[in-house]
DNA sequence: ATTAATATTTAGGCTATCCTAAATATTTGC
DNA sequence: GCAAATATTTAGGATAGCCTAAATATTAAT
């Protein structure tokens, strides 16, 4: 059994490599002032994980995940993200203070419960702040979900989550047609307002206003 | 901020002196085989305990939980007990696997969150075994809940509770116009097959089977 | 009431995690 | 390419928990 801490380290050295190339090291100097702790404990720390093999630690280079401790980080960033959905969704609670209460809940050991509270939330692919979640098997887009607002005229995507649990917005969505999965194209953007018309599905077209536009997270085709 | 060690001890010699006299002091001996500990250990654990005033503690006798101890093991049981009605009620768990998942989650910090919990779970007053969940306030009934079945002719109690989520029993419940605070009284218990006849609030009567009351909690008028 | 049995505490150690200060490597500026 | 600045590790020590074994209290039995 793991301890809070190893995991903590794991999730923070995973946080800190995030986008960087591959076996990208982190210093201890880094994490010891992104966990606000003191680089000798980090330096302490990296040796043990080392020996558990879940980072590949070069002294005074610094550690980098190894398969075993990308594997268990994307595990918590996963758990933490779902519990962010949870209590955004179903509790209520506003996306700026989901973060702090995830932070304990991503170590809840039990498998089955991240399974069911997965199917209990209808498999959401992105958390309340926009980031994606890691599906079971620990695959994570690369990049952020962009809010459509961003999408440029002629530029074709893919919606993947909705920024808010606002029931009004998604009633809204629904009744256009618009929905997670949704494939749309930016038809064009109305003088004044900003308000976009959109194509969805290559037929029918729908306009929707900016505000509505920025809280809708899409993925731009490649 | 307490730790997981401390939580789980108080939570165990409130659970040890459950409906003992007031003051009731658990010795050293039977904390340290429920928590699966050395004696010593639980012999330490009650000097730091004392030094914090969760309990009062006399030496070769044993320890008893402070008001502030009591306190803190009745919001560590409502914590628990809501989370077994999550796991149960919301995500399907049966009613034997969630205890282990609620020993963890009880530990999570944040008083907003056990109150929409609460909410989200429309103000449960009992757990999936049956057991009372303390209010806000901290306040428990004395007795357990006891299924409609124990309840003799002539007994007259009130509904706190269903032993079992399944939307069948509960429709079935509505139906019968059987619900949370219903006050009902048994008529007859007939033969063969032991179904109840009951007189609800006091007006109509309806019939109900032996594998229905069961599984419906009653607390019995004095 | 004294001894035998039982319960409890103390002593002495262990690990995980943290800390500060000192020692050692590395990097950078000239 | 060396000295100064910076980064990293090691040394030494603290605390919260846990353990076993030894010492000490209490209780029960004759």
Redesign the pocket.
Known sequence: M?????E??IKAIWTLSEGKEDKYAV????L?SH??????????????LADKEFID??????GSLSPKGRQLAVSLIRKHRLWEVFLHAKLGFGWEEVHDIAEQLEHIHSHELTKRLDAFLDYPSIDPHGDYIPDAEGNIPKQRAKPLTELTIGGVAKVVGVLDSNSKLLSLLSQKGIGLGTSLCVQSILPFDDSRVLTLNEKQSAELSYKACELILIQENR
């Open positions: 793991l301890s809070q801490s190893i903590d380290y210093s201890t100097n880094v010891a966990l606000m702790t003191s680089q000798a404990s980090v330096s302490e720390m990296y040796k043990r630690y070069i002294p005074y280079q610094g």
